[in-house]
């Protein structure tokens, strides 16, 4: 009888420990609006602002992998990685409705005379449905937005900052 006791111990501590290890992380979440995989990254120049006037830019093409988890349906983080060689913080929540990334690029804009300013970019975009036209967030695998880059006020010796604006979009591959 002891030796049945033993065993329903053994089984009980078995069933335990194989649950604890099928749990997922803390950290993972599943709200339907997490960004996890590899996307292809266009900017495209054609459409470019250049401190608010219209102006060809380079069109921009990377890869990017993205990884977040979310701890409620409107607050997510992350971070992005570029094949441009970068990563940086993918956020979500309070106060935007959309998803960001920001990211700071030592050696920005050129300046008359040798100098170089810094640029401070941002990358705004959010899940778009092609066909309804309309923002959901819920839509992981094709978002679309726009990238700002700006330097600094005074940078150049003007006080007013170069802003490159470009409308880009995300697709995902995987």
């Given at each position: 009888?002891?030796?049945?006791?033993?065993?329903?111990?053994?089984?009980a501590?078995?069933?335990?420990?194989?649950?604890l290890?099928a749990?997922?992380?803390?950290?993972?979440?599943?709200?339907?609006?997490?960004?996890n995989?590899?996307?292809?990254?266009y900017?495209?120049?054609?459409?470019?602002?250049?401190n608010e006037?219209?102006?060809?830019?380079?069109?921009?093409?990377?890869?990017?992998?993205?990884s977040?988890?979310?701890?409620?349906?409107?607050?997510?983080?992350?971070?992005?990685?570029?094949?441009a060689?970068?990563?940086a913080?993918?956020?979500?929540?309070?106060?935007?409705?959309y998803?960001?990334?920001?990211?700071?690029?030592?050696?920005?804009?050129?300046?008359?005379?040798?100098?170089?300013?810094?640029?401070e970019?941002r990358?705004?975009?959010?899940?778009?449905?092609?066909v309804?036209?309309?923002r959901?967030?819920n839509?992981?695998?094709?978002l679309?937005?726009r990238?700002?880059?700006?330097?600094?006020?005074?940078?150049?010796?003007?006080?007013?900052?170069?802003?490159?604006?470009t409308p880009?979009?995300?697709?995902?591959?995987?």
């Amino acid at each position: 009888m002891g030796g049945h006791k033993i065993a329903a111990g053994v089984v009980a501590a078995m069933s335990v420990a194989a649950t604890l290890s099928a749990t997922p992380a803390a950290h993972a979440s599943d709200f339907g609006v997490e960004l996890n995989g590899t996307y292809r990254y266009y900017a495209n120049g054609d459409f470019a602002l250049v401190n608010e006037v219209r102006k060809t830019m380079p069109t921009i093409d990377e890869t990017w992998t993205l990884s977040s988890s979310c701890v409620s349906p409107i607050e997510c983080e992350g971070t992005a990685t570029s094949s441009a060689g970068w990563s940086a913080r993918l956020w979500y929540g309070y106060p935007n409705a959309y998803w960001v990334v920001d990211r700071n690029i030592p050696e920005w804009q050129f300046c008359p005379g040798g100098a170089i300013a810094p640029g401070e970019q941002r990358f705004q975009f959010w899940g778009f449905d092609p066909v309804s036209t309309e923002r959901r967030m819920n839509i992981t695998n094709f978002l679309v937005g726009r990238q700002r880059t700006n330097s600094p006020s005074g940078s150049c010796g003007t006080n007013q900052p170069l802003v490159v604006e470009t409308p880009m979009k995300l697709e995902q591959l995987s």
